[in-house]
């Protein structure tokens, strides 16, 4: 099972850009769920996890006040609400299985090809 990202693109900083995740033909309902991003020439690094019934999360000091995670299961889909872009922001981002909301000690599976995000003016 390969996780699909999408919803990246180009904006300007301060913008807000909102990714979508879907796993077609998979359920996401009892799974945790998490948002990753690579920056060119950086490690993949772990940003946003959602507990599988949505009443926990966990976010990366980076993006803390200014991503927002959440899911719609009857949807199947797990969003990540992104305001207040930087380009520091620039990346690929991944959703993924098996994150946790304790902290960021995960890297996450079954991410598909990510979706990529250009935060420049």
């Known amino acids: 099972v390969q996780l699909q990202a999408s919803g990246g693109g180009l904006v300007q900083p301060g913008g807000s850009l909102r990714l979508s995740c879907t796993a077609p033909g998979f359920t996401l309902d009892f799974r945790a769920i998490g948002w990753l991003r690579q920056a060119p020439g950086k490690e993949r690094e772990p940003l946003s996890c959602?507990?599988?019934?949505?009443?926990?999360?966990y976010y990366v000091d980076s993006v803390k006040g200014r991503f927002t995670i959440s899911r719609d299961n009857a949807e199947n889909t797990v969003y990540l609400q992104m305001n207040s872009l930087k380009p520091e922001d620039t990346a690929i981002y991944y959703c993924?299985?098996?994150?946790?909301?304790?902290?960021?000690?995960?890297?996450?599976?079954?991410w598909g090809q990510g979706t990529l995000v250009t935060v420049s003016s």
């Open positions: 959602i507990s599988a019934g949505g009443g926990r999360s």
């Open positions: 993924a299985t098996e994150c946790h909301t304790y902290g960021s000690g995960w890297q996450g599976a079954n």
